[in-house]
Every structure is written in structure tokens, then in C-alpha cells.
């Protein structure tokens, strides 16, 4: 039987050569800075050991940079991880890359920059791992990653390593179609060589990270866009027509710079976060027809009947 309890599992992990936190605030973990404890939190340093703790059986959620999550007051039951060592590294070849599913995004476009090469610009300001990418096909005004992956590589619950080419992954709108609870572990992506080309989309990515510096709260602790953005329109557009700037709930705020960012101006827990999402929402629907619907993530131990959203009324 899986080792579904805290300890039990903290020994399990041990017994793999990892070295786990038992009870780990996941307010440490993420950008909101929001969420219980996990039951137990390890970082798994390679191919060999993520495969062993998928084989163990027990629940697991995988943490990127906790960029796009909100983990519930309650924490996290089994086992949150967080890919490491040898699965943040990235090896550059005439293809392209292959990269760990934990690389951070902003090291790789360095390492990127360093080489001379490009073809990553989709990626410029989104401050996650390239597995995070993959899974939400996270990406901005200069592209989406989804055009650049060639293939994934990726560990199945159970422990199977499965390798799937793009055209498996269905990438649409900050959406990616992965087995359930698979992990990518790698990720092997086309890069752009030519310098003419390599040099422009620099000078598109400097003037885009200008621009979202002038626009978005990056000073407070947020998850980025809530809402993916409706077809022909935008959610902070609607948030901000609707009144909702500066709207309140505990620690939690809906941004005065951008109403599709809500902020934890100190103490925000989850529900806060949840009560201001749920406002938005219905005032939207109310106020314009629109249905928002959300692109962060919900992780956790949530009570019943928050996830998903109920219908907006
Ligand atoms: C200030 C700010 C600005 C942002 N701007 C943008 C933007 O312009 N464009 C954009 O698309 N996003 C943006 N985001 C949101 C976020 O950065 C992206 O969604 C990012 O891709 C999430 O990556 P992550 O590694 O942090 O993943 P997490 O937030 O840790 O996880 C997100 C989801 O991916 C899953 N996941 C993470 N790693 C893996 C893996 N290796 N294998 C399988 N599943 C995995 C998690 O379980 C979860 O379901 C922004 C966020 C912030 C805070």
C-alpha cells in the first residue's frame, strides 16, 4: 500500500536517498505566498529518483516556481515536489535544446543570450520553469512556448517514462493536454541561430519586459494573470470596468495597476484569494455577459465546492 501519511512517507523518501520536509509551509513555495503545509516536500535531483518516487503510489503535486498556484489554507496531502539538480540543467545542440523540466525560464534565455541564440522570447518575463511552461503553454505577446517544443519527455504516475512529440500535447491558449498526473522531466525545444533574426527578437524582448514592468504590480507577491483573457478582449479590461480596482479581502487585493492581478498586501490566505476571484467573476458576468475563466492553478486540500468555480451568478 502507497505510504499516504506524512512520516510513513518522509521515510519512504529517505529510503530513496532524498531528504524530505515533513509539514512544509507552502507559503515558502510560492509567488503568492499563500498556502498550509504539505505533508511532505522533497526535491527530486534526477531522472532515476523522480521515477522512484512516482512509483511510490502516493498523491503527488509538482511545484515549478509556484509562478501560476494557489495552495489551499489546508496545505497539500502526499507528496510536493520540486524538480532539481540535473533536471534544471539545459544541454544546447545544432537541433536545438533539451532542457529539465526545473529549469528557470530566465536561465536558459541567459544562457541562451550568452550562445547567441534565440527562438525562447515567448518565455521573457514569466517567471517559471520550462515544465511549468509546458503545462500551462505559458507565454506572452511574443509567442507561446507551445510553437517551439519539439517533444517532451515525461514520468507517469506509477513510474513509466513516456516521450510525447508536440502534436500529442494539443497546445492551445495557456492550456496543454498532458496525461493525467504525468511530470515533464524534459523538455526538447527548436531555438532560432540565425544572428540577424537571434538580435531583433532581443530588442523585442527588452521593449516587452520594459512594458510589463510599466504595467503590471511586479513589486507584490502575485500569480501573475488570474483570467485567461477572454476571446477578442481582456480580463483586466473587464475587472477594471467593472469597478473592481482595489477591491478587498483580507490580505487579498485586486491591483489598482492591473485589475487581472490580485495581490497579497500581507496575510492574504487562500479563501481571501478565492472570495476576490469568485467577485470578479460574477460582477463580470453580471455587469458584461462575460464568464471569466481562471488560468492560475488550484492546488490542495480545498473545501468542497470551490474547485471548480461555481457558475457565475
Ligand atoms: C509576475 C508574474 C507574471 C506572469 N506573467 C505571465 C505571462 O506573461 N505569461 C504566462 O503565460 N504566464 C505568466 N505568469 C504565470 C506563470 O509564471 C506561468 O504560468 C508559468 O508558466 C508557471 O510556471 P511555474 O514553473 O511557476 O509553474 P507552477 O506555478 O509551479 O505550476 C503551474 C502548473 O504547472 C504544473 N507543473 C509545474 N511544473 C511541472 C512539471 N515539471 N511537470 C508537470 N506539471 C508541472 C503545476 O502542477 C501546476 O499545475 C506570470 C506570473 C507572475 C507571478
Redesign the pocket.
Known amino acids: 500500500m502507497a505510504p499516504t501519511v506524512g512520516p510513513a512517507l518522509a521515510r519512504a523518501l529517505v529510503d530513496l536517498g532524498l531528504s524530505p520536509l515533513v509539514d512544509e509551509p507552502m507559503s515558502r513555495?510560492?509567488?503568492?505566498r499563500i498556502g498550509g503545509p504539505a505533508d511532505v516536500w522533497v526535491e527530486v535531483p534526477d531522472l532515476a529518483s523522480l521515477r522512484a518516487v512516482m512509483a511510490l503510489g502516493a498523491p503527488v503535486?509538482?511545484?515549478?516556481?509556484?509562478?501560476?498556484?494557489l495552495v489551499a489554507d489546508q496545505g497539500i496531502r502526499g507528496v510536493a515536489l520540486?524538480?532539481a539538480g540535473s533536471?534544471r540543467d539545459a544541454r544546447l545542440d545544432p537541433q536545438g535544446a533539451r532542457v529539465g523540466?526545473?529549469m528557470?525560464?530566465s536561465v536558459l534565455l541567459a544562457r541562451l543570450q550568452r550562445a547567441g541564440r534565440g527562438g525562447l522570447a515567448?518565455?521573457a518575463?514569466?517567471?517559471?520553469?520550462?515544465?511549468?511552461?509546458?503545462?500551462?503553454?505559458?507565454?506572452?505577446a511574443l509567442g507561446?512556448?507551445g510553437a517551439v517544443v519539439r517533444e517532451v519527455t515525461?514520468v507517469l504516475p506509477g513510474g513509466a517514462v513516456a516521450v510525447l512529440p508536440a502534436e500529442a500535447l494539443g497546445f492551445a491558449y495557456?492550456h496543454a493536454t498532458?496525461p493525467p498526473g504525468?511530470?515533464?522531466?524534459e523538455v526538447a525545444l527548436t531555438l532560432q541561430d540565425d544572428p540577424e533574426a537571434v538580435a531583433r527578437e532581443q530588442a523585442e524582448i527588452d521593449h516587452h519586459l520594459a512594458r510589463?514592468k510599466a504595467t503590471?504590480?511586479?513589486d507584490q507577491?502575485?500569480?501573475?494573470?488570474v483570467f485567461r483573457n477572454p476571446q477578442g478582449d481582456a480580463a483586466g479590461r473587464l475587472i477594471e470596468a467593472a469597478g473592481l480596482k482595489g477591491a478587498s479581502r483580507g490580505g487579498a487585493r485586486i491591483s489598482d495597476k492591473h485589475a487581472n492581478?490580485i495581490v497579497n498586501t500581507g496575510g492574504a490566505t487562500a479563501m481571501d484569494t478565492w472570495a476576490l476571484v469568485r467577485l470578479a467573476r460574477d460582477t463580470v458576468w453580471r455587469r458584461f455577459g462575460v464568464r471569466l475563466e481562471p488560468?492560475?492553478?488550484a492546488?490542495g486540500d480545498w473545501p468542497d465546492g470551490c474547485w471548480p468555480l461555481p457558475e457565475p451568478t
Open positions: 513555495h510560492g509567488f503568492w503535486t509538482v511545484v515549478g516556481n509556484g509562478s501560476n498556484l520540486r524538480l533536471l523540466g526545473g528557470m525560464n515567448s518565455l518575463g514569466v517567471p517559471g520553469t520550462v515544465g511549468g511552461a509546458v503545462r500551462m503553454n505559458a507565454g506572452t507561446e512556448v515525461v495557456r498532458l504525468a511530470v515533464v522531466a510589463r503590471q504590480p511586479l507577491p502575485s500569480c501573475g494573470s492581478f488560468e492560475v492553478h492546488v
